[in-house]
């Protein structure tokens, strides 16, 4: 009796195979067909007056308005006092989930004093606790930054926990076999492989430090897009609520590609459906 042994099929078949059974190949600038898409329809039904724009204004009334802004009002100083605000808020909430995801994703004492009061505030809406933080921090930044910080910090502990106890049992065993301590396995298995929850929870945090911007600057700020944007809500400028809109669009896309192409580089390893 003859044994036939298989080899598996090379890297560049492997390739083939998964693009021809997945989504396809990745061409560049298709991102850019919906929006695209989006603002021709937009444009389209301003010009034919189909959108009043006393409901959304027009493409081009909005450029103008941004323009004005610009050169007439100090918009760069809104957008980089939005930018510190949601920087220093994402960045103390990035640290504190992650670090609390780890002592309670490795450690079971861990788990018992943090996964607990998380999982109870993730019930409660960080957006219903301002009243709370303003009672506490007042209403200057640090409220502000404690707001965008806690809100942020939920999806950054609950994606990086799920992906330390999702790792295979086979690796500790394999570990204990080889006999690889406790530190080595954590630092070379477990956290490698709880990469790829933190890079999502990293997405969901984003997100989530950018409505809590938007929130927070409604409260009593002297500077800040959410500032310029509550002005024009009291003036009635549509066209400036508009670039407020676009602004945070853009700050959300920016910051949302930054993780994406960070996750490709770092999780190149990986053989998924991405190619």
Do not use: C
């Not at 929006?35 to 010009?47: D, E, F, T, Y």
């Not at 809590?212 to 400036?240: F, I, K, P, R």
């Not at 676009?246 to 990986?270: C, M, N, P, S």
């Amino acid at each position: 009796m003859t044994l036939t042994l298989q080899a598996p099929p090379a890297r560049g078949t492997d390739r083939v195979l998964r693009r021809r059974l997945g989504p396809g190949r990745r061409r560049r600038f298709t991102f850019w067909i919906g929006p695209a898409l989006l603002l021709a329809v937009w444009s389209i039904g301003s010009k034919a007056g189909f959108i009043s724009p006393s409901v959304l204004t027009a493409p081009w009334d909005v450029a103008i308005a941004l323009k004005t802004q610009w050169t007439e009002h100090d918009l760069l100083g809104d957008i980089l006092a939005s930018l510190g605000r949601a920087g220093a808020g994402l960045a103390l909430g990035v640290l504190g989930g992650t670090v609390l995801a780890v002592l309670s994703g490795l450690w079971r004492i861990g788990e018992t004093l943090i996964d607990g009061p998380i999982q109870i505030k993730r019930s409660v809406p960080t957006l219903a606790l301002i009243p709370l933080f303003i009672a506490w921090f007042g209403i200057g930044q640090e409220m502000k930054i404690v707001t965008i910080a806690l809100i942020s910090m939920i999806p950054v502990y609950v994606n990086t926990h799920n992906g330390l106890r999702s790792i295979d049992g086979k690796y500790a065993e394999l570990a204990e076999t080889i006999g690889i301590g406790r530190a080595e396995f954590i630092r070379h298995i477990v956290l490698p492989g709880a990469l790829p929850g933190f890079l999502l929870g990293m997405r969901f945090a984003v997100t989530s430090a950018l409505l809590g911007l938007v929130v927070v600057e409604q409260y009593n700020a002297t500077s800040g897009v959410g500032h310029m944007m509550t002005l024009a809500e009291e003036y009635g400028q549509t066209d400036v609520l508009v670039v407020g809109l676009v602004i945070y669009g853009i700050f959300g896309f920016l910051a949302d590609t930054a993780v994406r192409r960070t996750e490709r580089k770092v999780l190149a390893w990986r053989r998924t459906l991405e190619g």
